[in-house]
């Protein structure tokens, strides 16, 4: 069992920037791959990024490539999204995941584990 708890939402202007972290705890952190979602009011929960269980590899989505950067560090047990240039479109509440799958990164919702409770983002016009 892995618990996730994100943190680092909040209220920001279009163009800034956030920093959104997730704590993880439980089962060895490093064992698994991390992806975060979102889903904005009315709409499916949809992928945004992910990172290999040994932090080689990363995928996003085309939405949020190159303003994007997910990162984790195992020594604090700990995955990060860093969001830059923001859009009022990227307004939604954003999830931790974790997948036991060490094989390759994947994007849907069915293939991660385990959940954390979300953190509301809400960019401004």
């Known amino acids: 069992q892995v618990q996730l708890v994100e943190s680092g939402g909040g209220l920001v202007q279009a163009g800034g920037s956030l920093r959104l972290s997730c704590a993880a705890s439980?089962?060895?952190?490093?064992?698994?791959?991390m992806g975060w979602f979102r889903q904005a009011p009315g709409k499916e929960r949809e992928f945004v990024a992910a990172?290999?269980?040994?932090?080689?590899?990363?995928s996003y989505a085309d939405a949020v490539k190159g303003r994007f950067t997910i990162s984790r560090d195992d020594a604090k047990n700990t995955v990060s999204l860093q969001m830059n240039s923001l859009k009022p479109e990227d307004t939604a509440v954003y999830y931790c995941?974790?997948?036991?799958?060490?094989?390759?990164?994947?994007?849907?919702?069915?293939?991660?584990?385990?959940w954390g409770q979300g953190t509301q983002v809400t960019v401004s016009s």
């Open positions: 990172i290999s269980w040994s932090g080689g590899g990363t």
């Open positions: 995941a974790a997948d036991r799958s060490r094989i390759v990164l994947r994007r849907s919702l069915s293939d991660y584990d385990y």
């Open positions: 439980g089962r060895t952190f490093s064992n698994y791959n």
